[in-house]
């Protein structure tokens, strides 16, 4: 996409509308800055044929008929776009692909960069509009002595998304713009309150969108007609301590609901998919010193050419730790801690930061102590 020449019209934003508050409001203060807005929804799965009465999730049914009636109360046109097949290929397979290999993957970063960001700024693109308007809390500004494209933090670190959203490059933050980022949720839904939203004090998503009830294994046995089965709980020394109920059903630093006799806290230390293991241990045999990334994005657009002094997230609910990034031959990541960091799993991504600006990250391969 390239950047909009023409100023004779004003500029064109797609929303992407979740049903929720927050892509409402982004929505509500695009029209108020003078853009013109369309409404975009993307239908990803099927789950209205999952039981979701009671669950805050998002993409059912009731949340395409929420942001179709803010979309008719804005005036502002509206599509359903249906991106189900490429979200089963890029979002649900790999997810359990990684289930089933013993990490821990996060789908929201997946369908950021795939869906979100890709997807919907082609389609934005190809319909003459000039950005595509979430409603992540996140910054996006441009460095003045340099012109490329920062992603930040949002003010509200309560709130803060800038975690999942570590995959976007320059030619994207050109075209993205994030209107929550400097706002906190009570401000967001004060907005909503005084438009008269239906959506106005709807809860916030949880959980994954495919899987509203959180359970994880229950959804990947009834998606893939699989049964994933029992197999062994193992010490540290390989020896057999008890049984497990199927390996994906466990997450790395878990201690509660094992039902192993250890005569002390014992904790899921790592996973074996291959031979459908989990090895279990002390507390302190959950922090590693440093971690080995893959699929590294650097949000400059340039792979630092020396060590990086900076700070780095392991999961999405985390204070950065202070750490030294080293870029390596392949392309890929080492991250070393100045303080051992706990359950570092997998599958999850390590975000880098340098103050409130993101300066790229990865998915975690490995730790080492």
């Not at 975009?40 to 008929?65: F, P, Q, Y």
């Not at 649900?92 to 997946?110: L, M, Q």
């Not at 441009?142 to 933090?153: F, H, I, N, P, Y």
């Amino acid at each position: 996409m390239t950047e909009t020449q023409n100023t004779s019209r004003r500029p064109g934003a797609l929303i992407a509308m979740s049903g929720g508050v927050d892509s409402s409001v982004a929505a509500w203060l695009m029209q108020r800055d003078g853009f013109d807005c369309t409404g975009i929804t993307m239908r990803l799965t099927r789950n209205e044929a999952v039981d979701t009465e009671g669950l805050h999730t998002c993409c059912s049914e009731r949340d395409i008929e929420d942001a179709a009636e803010v979309a008719y109360a804005m005036d502002i046109p509206y599509e359903v776009l249906d991106f189900t097949a490429d979200f089963q290929e890029k979002i649900i397979d790999k997810f359990i692909r990684v289930y089933e290999a013993g990490g821990t993957p996060n789908p929201c970063i997946d369908c950021n960069k795939y869906m979100k960001f890709d997807h919907l700024l082609r389609w934005a693109e190809a319909h003459g509009l000039d950005y595509v308007v979430t409603g992540h809390y996140a910054r996006v500004e441009q460095d003045e002595a340099t012109g490329r494209w920062l992603l930040k933090k949002g003010l509200d670190e309560g709130k803060d998304q800038s975690y999942v959203l570590y995959n976007l490059t320059q030619e994207q933050l050109a075209h993205v713009r994030l209107p929550l980022g400097g706002l906190h949720k009570s401000e967001v839904r004060a907005i909503a309150e005084e438009q008269g939203f239906v959506n106005a004090r709807k809860h916030d998503s949880q959980d994954i969108c495919f899987v509203p009830d959180g359970d994880y294994a229950r959804f990947m046995e009834d998606f893939t007609g699989k049964h994933y089965p029992a197999g062994d709980f193992l010490d540290v020394s390989g020896k057999k301590v008890g049984t497990h109920s199927g390996a994906v059903r466990y997450t790395i630093g878990q201690r509660k609901g094992l039902g192993v006799a250890a005569g002390k806290h014992v904790y899921v230390l790592s996973k074996n998919g291959a031979d459908n293991t989990i090895l279990l241990g002390d507390d302190a045999e959950l922090y590693a010193s440093s971690l080995l990334a893959s699929h590294v994005n650097w949000i400059s657009g340039e792979t630092p050419a020396q060590p990086v002094r900076c700070a780095a997230r392991t999961r999405y609910s985390q204070t950065e730790a202070p750490c030294t990034a080293y870029p390596l031959p392949d392309g890929g990541l080492r991250v070393v801690f100045d303080q051992p960091q706990r359950a570092i799993t997998a599958g999850q991504a390590v975000v880098l930061y340098d103050g409130d600006v993101v300066l790229g990250g990865g998915t975690i391969e490995n730790s080492e102590a």
